[in-house]
């Protein structure tokens, strides 16, 4: 029987640059400041993340639609937002070791408080003796805000631009013109897949904390005196289903409820879905209720009504909106960490992704049973070309079959296909699955239907 082993986050991360999911990036160049590369298993898990979340809750949904907006985005929006004056993080440097640090973060790792916000607060803590985790000094300087904004330039454009820190920005700014095309009706929700940039004080956790990541992020919006519990509760209990689905155990999710007095003014609600990664629990989604706020802000510097006619109340108002959101890169890291297991088998060991099918990379390898046969290999190429019409499939000649067996269950593949020479007499192949590892003799001509079945 399978034993989840408590697996160390630097393990999971030699691991997945091993193994093609996930390297560090520009590395011939000394890398970049924790950047990450997805390899080509990694890209393909990434993809099929968003895929799912896009069938979930944009093709699945009537009430839903997506959009694509770009990475820079008009500046006037991010001083409506807030974010120009007050996307700030706190930065406290260690005067011994220069280490740099989160001062809310270092504050909260060595006396459990939550001082978020409280700069003067978080100064006089530390500089009553908190020791430096790194060096064990006591000497910080004062902690200062630290905006996380990445400013650049754009040709025709004056003044600075914005890489955009999250993704709703451009739903914002565009709620207007999907209101106007799409004929949507509160409530309905608009969501977006995009990369965001923050420039986080420490990255850090490999995937976990990044400057340049990836947000699926949607904007709900409803009746400002909807009955706004119920539709948030389901929300939740979406969110947690999701990330069910690619593979996270209900055991490791749980919620934190923001309290209230740490709430921005606007917000009823701000509740995250915490998973529990190799380093303790981490924000994995987050859900708000942000009242008027945005599409309020945005009407008034853009001068533009945001007003929303609702023929079936027979009323204008600015509906309230409810924001579920969550980080791409942190539910591949979810993935990963919840598929990695170490299995002692009678004849060795090995290591398993137990991904489920949707999530994994590859969905089925074909092996010929020997690379020195051409009829074999030729055969091989066949059935590799008919299968990977529908699925993502590797072909794979290297080695003996029980190492490919064990490279396959290391990227997570659920079913291997082997051809070999009994196959040339009576077409059929011989199918191994990576959770049991058993072996079933199936024809070529059922193959499809019978991959199609298994993989739903
Ligand atoms: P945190 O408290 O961890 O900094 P946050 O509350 O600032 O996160 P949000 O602004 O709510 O995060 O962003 C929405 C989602 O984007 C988060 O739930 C998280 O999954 C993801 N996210 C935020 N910052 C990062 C980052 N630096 N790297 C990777 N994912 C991130």
């Given at each position: 029987m399978a034993e989840k082993k408590e697996t160390a986050m630097d393990k999971i991360v030699s691991f997945c640059k091993r193994r093609g999911l996930i390297f560090p990036t520009s590395e011939i160049y000394g890398g970049l400041a924790n950047s990450y590369s997805y390899g080509p298993y990694g890209a393909e898990l990434k993809n099929n993340i968003k895929k799912l979340w896009w069938k979930k809750?944009?093709?699945?949904?009537?009430?839903i639609v997506g959009m694509d907006g770009p990475i820079l985005l008009n500046s006037k929006l991010w001083e409506a937002s807030g974010h120009l004056a007050g996307f700030n993080d706190a930065l406290v440097d260690c005067?011994?070791?220069k280490k740099r640090f989160r001062a809310d973060h270092v504050v909260k790792e060595l006396t459990g408080e939550d001082m978020e916000g409280e700069l003067e607060k978080m100064t006089k803590t530390l500089q009553a003796g908190l020791k430096c985790p790194e060096c064990g000094g006591s000497d910080w300087t004062e902690v200062k805000n630290m905006s996380q904004m990445f400013k650049t330039e754009m040709n025709g454009v004056d003044g600075a631009v914005y890489l955009r820190p999250e993704t709703a920005g451009a739903i914002f700014s565009d709620y207007k013109n999907v209101v106007d095309s799409m004929r949507v009706k509160v409530p309905f929700g608009i969501a977006q897949i995009g990369k965001a940039f923050r420039n986080e004080i420490v990255a850090r956790n490999f995937i976990f904390r990044i400057r340049e990541f990836e947000q699926m992020e949607i904007e709900y919006f409803i009746e400002p005196d909807a009955d706004w519990e119920p539709l948030f509760d389901k929300w939740l209990d979406e969110q947690e289903d999701f990330a069910i689905s690619i593979g996270a155990k209900k055991e490791d999710l749980r919620r934190y409820e923001h309290p209230k007095a740490k709430l921005s003014h606007y917000s009823k609600k701000t509740i995250d879905t915490e998973y529990n990664f190799p380093f303790g629990f981490g924000e994995l989604f987050g859900l708000a209720h942000r009242g008027d706020f945005d599409l309020t802000q945005h009407a008034k510097f853009s001068g533009q009504s945001l007003d929303y006619f609702d023929p079936v109340a027979n009323k204008r108002y600015v509906p309230h909106v409810l924001e579920p959101t969550v980080g791409l890169d942190r539910l591949v890291l979810t993935a990963i960490c919840a598929g990695y297991f170490e299995e002692k088998l009678e004849d060795g060991e090995r290591v398993v992704l137990r991904f489920p099918s949707a999530v994994a990379p590859i969905k089925v390898a074909v092996f010929p049973l020997m690379k020195n046969k051409p009829e074999l290999v030729i055969k091989a190429k066949e059935i590799f070309g008919s299968l990977s019409e529908e699925f993502m499939c590797e072909f794979d000649d290297n080695g003996n079959v029980g190492k490919r067996y064990r490279r396959q269950d290391e990227i997570g593949t659920p079913y291997c296909v082997t051809i070999d020479f009994e196959t040339l007499n009576d077409q059929a192949v011989t199918i191994r699955d990576r959770d049991t590892m058993t072996q079933e003799r199936i024809k070529v001509a059922e193959l499809k239907n019978y991959l199609t079945e298994k993989l739903k």
């Open positions: 809750f944009v093709q699945k949904r009537p009430d005067k011994k070791c």
